[in-house]
């Protein structure tokens, strides 16, 4: 098994999915992922909608903006819910989209150790995704991952075959790392 940082390392928010069905039981793991997730004084503001009936995912598509349409291949959409003000409200910090972003990075690693792709997004109308879902009112979407096998790239649009193909972009280690003092 490969450690933890070179997975870190290796993993990409690809976009090129095959629509091959996802076994439940890799599911299972990955929502297990999430709900493990740490949050402020453990309130776990998180909620999960998993769609993969081919019907109630072709409904949600409506709901996806049009930069992520190669997400309609994905056969998995994983809706993360928190709760607005919800959760530790400390410095008067969001915590809550803090404890769903935890929860959604374990979500991603575990895809991907499983030698799927998951892709977090925000290009989603959060009313259609509500009003297909039954999502309550009170209620915030935080993200949506798509996640499933990889597919063949050459049937994304060319913009998207781009970024699909764009090097991995991240500041340096010294332009973010302050030791001792600012
Ligand atoms: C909260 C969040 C929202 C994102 N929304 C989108 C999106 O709507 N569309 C998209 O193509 N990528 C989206 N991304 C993916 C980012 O663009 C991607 O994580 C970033 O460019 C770094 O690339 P990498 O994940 O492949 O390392 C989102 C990522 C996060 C964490």
Redesign the pocket.
């Known amino acids: 098994m490969k450690g933890l940082l070179e997975e870190i390392k290796v993993?990409?928010?690809?976009?090129a999915f095959d629509t091959r069905p996802v076994p439940r039981e890799m599911l299972d793991t990955i929502l297990e992922a999430g709900r493990l997730a740490p949050s402020c004084a453990n309130t776990q503001e998180w909620e999960f909608v998993i769609i993969t009936g081919p019907e109630l995912l072709q409904q949600a598509h409506e709901g996806i903006?049009r930069?992520?349409a190669?997400g309609k291949r994905a056969p998995v959409m994983l809706i993360v819910v928190t709760k607005e003000n919800g959760g530790c409200g400390a410095h008067g910090l969001p915590y809550w989209m803090m404890d769903v972003?935890l929860a959604?990075q374990n979500i991603l690693l575990q895809s991907f150790h499983l030698g799927l792709i998951a892709?977090?997004?925000?290009?989603?109308d959060e009313r259609k995704l509500k009003d297909v879902t039954g999502i309550p009112e009170d209620r915030r979407i935080?993200?949506v991952i798509f996640i499933g096998y990889a597919g063949d790239i050459t049937l994304l649009d060319e913009r998207t075959q781009g970024?699909e193909r764009a090097p991995?972009?991240?500041k340096e280690i010294g332009e973010i790392v302050h030791h001792d003092k600012w």
């Open positions: 993993r990409t928010s690809k976009r903006s930069g992520n190669w972003g959604t892709h977090p997004t925000a290009g989603w935080g993200t970024k991995r972009d991240r």
